[in-house]
């Protein structure tokens, strides 16, 4: 079962007036952060969130017989900021690094490859400062200038790590974000992104932050220092400002799809929208038998040292081309990004295992039945149909390398705007993008506010 976010708050009396400062709409990190700066200052916030629980694309279960929490959304810290840094250690987390052993199989030989991250930060370095085309244009020009092996190795990061297609993707983001070094990757301690979440709504005080859960905003009417909010036919709440932190994939839907209606429309945004994306990625969690890093189909070498020597997989195989284990956990990760991830939609959780164990069993060479004979149980969230996300994670389009930049534009000293697609460009897609913009979005409404 999903890890319920405890809230006081939650079914609670309303806070006694009605009416609040701002309405944020969205739970995941960003409004978590928003909310609690505005707390800090004394702000009374109405947080809205479509789903039964908060966290957003941050989802931790609890599952019974699994050794650990599962993480089906977020896992990995990717680089990091203060604001990041500052919540893991309000929440007693601690970074954990993750496991740089890799492995990358070609023409059905597999290689260790330590440097796999090295290599492909040496890739991207070579794009230079001045490109702006997309990254599949730049690799058809430059692309001698990189080996076939980390030719592919590059192209499976994009689709993989961004979910994006190598047509779309920016050139120049991946180029800023070698150079700031956002390839580097931990996870958070016991507990895992669940527990930052839980710690965070937590500390939000029921006198000044009310969340409502199961409450899906239709609309949004808005007038310079005064908006009003409706879920379906019903008022939900009103407020001076509201900070809207919702998916790139949910604001890009016409309220007839599930989106939100904003009433004076927002023209300019809507056509900013138009030629933005977001990308698309499949993970699926197997718990393997408890004995699976002792004996069984998996090769002796990534089953060394009670499976840390699984590390990472890497392949260009259409479906689950990259594998990592939770060592020493049984535990395996079967992750795909990009088009095809997109292709396999509202596809069946049974039919995404059997693909897994496909792909899986075409890597190790070995017999699928027996891999089959390992898997005890999984688990798997569909973030692409979604009605909550439609999609997983933005990425900077080729040509609107500025957009982030855009979308966070204030409307009117009113509507403001966070959420990872409104982060610093080589922040899109993290959890620590979402939160830093959430606070950003705070701080831009207290100075509107103080005029």
């Not at 527990?195 to 932050?209: I, N, T």
Request: overall charge positive.
């Amino acid at each position: 079962m999903p890890e319920f976010i405890a809230h006081s708050g939650l079914g609670s009396p309303r806070l006694e007036g009605g009416e609040f400062d701002v309405i944020i709409i969205g739970a995941g990190i960003a409004g978590l952060g928003a909310a609690t700066a505005l707390a800090a200052k004394g702000k009374r916030v109405l947080m809205l969130e479509a789903r039964d629980r908060v966290g957003g694309r941050i989802l931790t279960e609890h599952c019974p017989g699994w050794p650990s929490p599962v993480e089906l959304g977020a896992e990995f810290i990717h680089g990091g900021n203060a604001a990041l840094t500052t919540a893991l250690r309000r929440a007693g987390l601690a970074r954990q690094p993750a496991p740089e052993n890799h492995w990358l199989v070609r023409d059905g030989l597999r290689a260790a490859a330590p440097d796999a991250f090295a290599r492909i930060d040496a890739a991207m370095r070579k794009i230079g400062p001045r490109t702006r085309a997309s990254f599949a244009t730049w690799l058809r020009r430059h692309g001698r200038a990189i080996s076939a092996p980390d030719q592919e190795l590059v192209k499976s990061f994009v689709e993989g790590f961004e979910g994006a297609p190598i047509g779309l993707m920016s050139a120049h983001s991946m180029y800023q974000a070698a150079v700031a070094g956002e390839g580097t990757q931990e996870r958070p301690g016991a507990g895992g992104y669940g527990k930052l979440v839980q710690e965070m709504a937590s500390r939000l005080p029921d006198r000044l932050v009310e969340i409502r859960l199961q409450t899906r905003v239709s609309s949004v009417r808005w007038k310079h220092g005064r908006v009003s909010v409706r879920s379906g036919r019903k008022s939900v709440g009103s407020a001076g400002s509201a900070i809207v932190t919702l998916p790139l994939g949910v604001l890009k839907l016409a309220s007839a799809q599930g989106g939100v209606d904003f009433s004076p429309p927002l023209k300019s945004r809507a056509r900013l929208l138009s030629r933005l994306e977001s990308g698309h990625t499949v993970r699926l969690v197997l718990r393997l038998r408890a004995d699976a890093w002792k004996r069984g189909p998996i090769p002796a070498e990534l089953r060394a040292r009670s499976g840390q020597g699984f590390g990472f997989l890497h392949s260009t195989q259409k479906y689950f081309p990259v594998w990592w284990s939770l060592a020493p956990d049984p535990v395996l990760v079967a992750w795909m990004g990009g088009p095809a991830a997109k292709s396999v939609a509202g596809v069946a959780p049974k039919k995404l295992v059997a693909l897994a164990l496909d792909s899986l069993a075409q890597l190790l060479r070995v017999e699928r039945k027996a891999l089959a004979g390992l898997v005890q149980d999984y688990r798997v969230h569909d973030w692409t149909a979604d009605p909550s996300t439609r999609g997983s994670y933005s990425f900077s389009v080729a040509g609107e390398e500025d957009a982030p930049l855009r979308l966070s534009a204030p409307v009117g000293g009113t509507l403001f705007f966070a959420g990872e697609a409104t982060a610093d460009p080589v922040e899109m897609g993290t959890v620590h993008g979402a939160l830093a913009s959430g606070q950003r979005a705070a701080r831009e409404y207290l100075s509107s506010a103080a005029r």
